[in-house]
């Protein structure tokens, strides 16, 4: 019987295939809840993108923003890109996260397709996604004035995504900031 | 009512399906020939209500049929007509309502050209791909029904198709793709066949072999259709992105190549039978794995279509019949026991085992980085990706080792080969490519070791191609005579072996050599790139049938001699308002200059523009058309249908015995 039950094993691989799919099939890619929620963003101190110097934690408080995790190889940043700029220049302050990227393509990326950010934490390792627990990118932190995560979107920021979900949650924050 | 007629015909689509599943299957199972006889007939009438179905669709989207559901949301009267009838398939329900389409014309085409195939056999072979229709089919009906009405507010006027899709490769992109991956489904149903009726024999690979050589044909041409979109479409002159949807092509693909290896060496030799039988039903496994990814919303991904947890459920319940019965078929049926078929450790056998190997590493490395993020948040350990940085650092590896074989290939012998004899063939080449690899990235400054080693690595390939061609064609009394000896078989080899060299060199140079500039630029100016001087002549305003656009005019010329006109595009689509960037490219075997519009900057007229200088990228796709010019001719060789007569006689007996 020895030689016959090595002919099972693709099938045993497979059934544990089919179990990972019937459970990927009840998680939904697009909502994640996060260790973070609730709690400030890990601390860090990495170098800006398009200007000299670090950035750490503290320089994202102040006001409640939204924090874009975004990259040049992402497909999705791009469809997403448009969008991002419309909501900065109605006044939303967005801060981005270029997350394993290389400087001089996410520079070009700027310039030719604008930029929307108030600056960009250049996560070149990912080390800093790594903390928060980064799934890929794009992704959309909701920070509160001091810097606390709110609300975590995965997947690309669209009008239905912002109307529905970010839009009610940062005017209650800003409300609460005394901001208009 | 045209809705109405497609919807009823693909019911009785689905009722013809149900009884060729059945009824030839049961005739087999119990030696009645009558049964199995209608096999053919069911699977051609199949065929034709499909057909009809997907006639009735397309006529909806041509006449703008908005009260059509699917109609109203993916085309409107703005249209250009091509472009409506690509809109049959630029969706879920409709490019499903294709794949169930091209199913059954395969299913049409064993029936047609399969008559020499013993009854017995082609009725389970008709049978089992009878049930992959019903599936599909049922799947159509049930969850995803193209012939939904919008009645009785059906809108006036539609919204637009994707504005990616809009375009002259994404016509037939899909189509060939889906060739390719549904074409497996013969190759897999060949399998089940011959575990079914316990008889896996050189018969059986023979008959496998110029359907499977088809298919992967398809696929690499659909692939290569898919990567020469996203390069001009796109904008950014990327060409592979290792998306989850572009891996779902890509893995069929791979254990394609290995399945097309490994019959070989089942249909000479009568070796590796149980793993050949197990690549045919992963291949086709993964095909419809491919299907289930893209469209139960699993895995996020640009081009996915809309997704549905229903969809998703159904495709998995069906994906886990389908794979889960054959592979226990698999377990109870295939031989257990080695052949005893014998090879050397120096042989053609084991370079085409070593060829397996590393195509099912590949295979199972895009499977599990595709899958890796949903293995980890399903076990709960939270969530990750898996980026392009993976896949280079796995493939390109693989791909150093896979050459050197490759070009050991077709000189070495079946059986038993000496490693002396290689060392005699294969000197001469082997000296050759080792200086074609020194001096022939020379002409590029500044020298690249990636691209000398690619150029080593290729130029071993093709010598060793043509060393075989000369030995063959010198013991043949005249060239010509050679030349005529040559099977389609061994020609088809040799032109895609070729290709796969060409691609090589071609992806490693694009990645290498490639420069690209952004910058602003204002009419008037001029800019030098890798020897070519762009100058930005004017912007016009132009219209399009269903957009209008800023087209920059550019002139590129080298040493004062004008090269191209260059007219990129930033277009906005009237329907739905999205902006497109349309890349204007100069083509050539050597060079591809590629122009892309960004965005205005400030307001005196000037632009983002990025120019690009990418050598040698036609040769990435060049080579794949290669591929699949190899595959068919392959698929050419007489041998397959003579030999067929010649088991079809010897079935005859044993039908006419039970």
């Keep these: 019987m020895g030689p016959r039950l090595k002919l099972f094993l693709p099938l045993i691989l497979f059934a544990l295939l089919a179990i990972t799919l019937f459970r990927g099939l009840g998680l939904d890619p697009n909502k994640m809840p996060s260790a973070l929620i609730g709690r400030p963003l890990p601390e860090f101190n990495l170098p800006a993108l398009n200007q000299t110097g670090m950035v750490s934690a503290a320089d994202v408080t102040g006001q409640p923003a939204l924090l874009n995790v975004w990259a040049t190889w992402c497909v999705s940043c791009r469809v997403e890109h448009p969008y991002l700029k419309q909501l900065a220049q109605q006044g939303i302050p967005i801060f981005g996260l270029n997350y394993k990227d290389e400087d001089r393509a996410a520079q070009r990326w700027l310039e030719e397709l604008g930029d929307p950010y108030r600056f960009n934490i250049a996560d070149r390792e990912g080390t800093l996604g790594l903390d928060m627990g980064v799934y890929g990118a794009p992704e959309t932190y909701l920070l509160d004035a001091a810097g606390v995560v709110r609300y975590r979107h995965a997947g690309v920021v669209d009008e239905k995504v912002w109307q529905t979900i970010l839009e009610p949650l940062y005017l209650e924050l800003s409300k609460g900031n005394g901001a208009p | 009512m045209i809705p109405e007629i497609g919807h009823f015909a693909l019911i009785i689509a689905l009722c013809l399906a149900l009884i060729l599943a059945l009824v030839p299957a049961w005739g087999a199972w119990r030696g009645n020939s009558v049964a199995m006889a209608l096999a053919p007939g069911l699977a051609i009438g199949l065929l034709v209500f499909v057909g009809i179905s997907f006639s009735c669709l397309s006529t909806a989207f041509l006449q703008d049929d908005f009260s059509v559901k699917l109609v109203a949301s993916h085309s409107n009267s703005l249209l250009p007509s091509i472009y409506k009838f690509a809109a049959v398939w630029g969706n879920h329900e409709g490019s499903l309502l294709l794949w169930a389409l091209i199913l059954s ?15 017995l056999v082609l009725s389970r072979v008709l049978s089992v791909m009878g049930a992959i229709a019903l599936g599909f089919l049922s799947f159509s009906l049930i969850t995803s029904n193209p012939f939904t009405r919008l009645l009785p507010a059906a809108p006036a006027d539609g919204s637009d198709l994707n504005p990616l899709l809009q375009d002259p490769g994404l016509i037939i992109h899909p189509p060939l793709l889906y060739m390719g991956y549904v074409g497996f489904s013969v190759a897999f149903a060949f399998a089940i066949a011959a575990l079914l009726g316990g008889r896996l024999d050189a018969s059986w690979a023979r008959w496998s072999r110029p359907w499977t050589n088809i298919a992967w044909a398809f696929l690499s041409l659909g692939i290569m259709l898919g990567s020469w979109w996203a390069y001009y479409e796109l904008g950014w002159g990327g060409w592979w992105f290792w998306d989850p949807v572009e891996n779902a092509s890509f893995m069929p693909w791979l254990a394609g190549t290995a399945l097309i290896h490994s019959l070989a060496a089942t249909e000479k030799r009568g070796l590796f039978k149980s793993w050949t039988v197990l690549l045919a039903i992963f291949t086709f496994s993964l095909s419809l794995l491919g299907t289930f990814l893209v469209r139960s919303g699993v895995l996020t991904s640009v081009h996915a279509f809309a997704t549905d947890p229903a969809r998703g459920m159904f495709i998995l319940v069906f994906l886990a019949v389908v794979v889960g019965g054959s592979l226990t078929l698999y377990a109870f049926r295939a031989p257990a026991v080695s052949s005893r078929v014998s090879f050397g450790w120096v042989s053609r056998e084991s370079l085409l085992l070593c060829n397996n190997v590393v195509f099912l590493v590949a295979t199972l490395t895009v499977l599990f980085g595709t899958l890796f993020p949903l293995i980890v948040d399903a076990l709960g350990l939270g969530k990750v990706s898996v980026g392009p940085p993976y896949f280079n650092a796995v493939f390109v590896p693989l791909m150093a080792l896979l050459v050197p074989l490759m070009g050991l290939g077709p000189v070495s012998r079946w059986k038993r080969d000496a490693v002396e004899r290689w060392r005699g063939e294969l000197a001469i080449p082997a000296v050759v490519a080792v200086l074609c690899g020194i001096t022939l990235p020379l002409l590029h ?30 013991s043949a009394s005249s060239p010509g005579q050679g030349l005529a000896r040559l099977t389609p078989g061994y020609c088809g080899m040799l032109i895609a072996h070729l290709g796969f060299a060409a691609c090589v060199v071609g992806i490693v140079a694009t990645s290498q050599y490639s420069v690209e500039h952004d910058l602003k630029m204002s009419p008037g100016d001029s800019r030098v790139l890798a020897g070519y001087e762009f100058h930005f002549v004017e912007v016009v305003q132009v219209r399009g049938p269903n957009f209008v656009a800023d087209e920059a005019r550019i002139e590129v010329t080298r040493d004062g001699v004008l090269v ?44 983002a523009m990025r120019l690009h200088f990418k050598p040698l990228v036609r040769w990435m796709w060049l080579g794949a058309i290669l591929m699949a010019v190899g595959a068919f001719t392959a698929a050419l060789d007489k041998r397959y249908r003579r030999q067929r007569e010649v088991v079809h006689s010897s079935g005859e007996v044993v039908l006419r015995g039970a």
Excluded: C, H
Excluded at chain 2, 448 to 469: E, F, H, P, Q, T
Excluded at chain 2, 564 to 576: D, E, F, G, I
Excluded at chain 2, 580 to 599: P, Q, S
């Design chain 2, 105 to 119: 014309l395969w299913t049409a085409a064993v029936a047609l050209f399969s008559s020499q195939l013993p009854l």
């Design chain 2, 445 to 474: 400054a500044p020298y690249n070791m990636w691209v000398a080693l690619a150029v080593l690595l290729s130029s071993w390939l093709v010598l060793g191609l043509a060393r075989d061609l000369w030995q063959r064609l010198r």
């Design chain 2, 564 to 607: 191209a006109s260059m007219s990129p595009q930033k277009r906005r689509y009237l329907a739905s308002g999205s902006v497109m960037t349309e890349a204007a490219i100069d083509a050539g075997l050597f060079r591809d200059l590629y122009v892309a519009m960004g965005e205005p900057v400030g307001s005196s007229g000037a632009w």
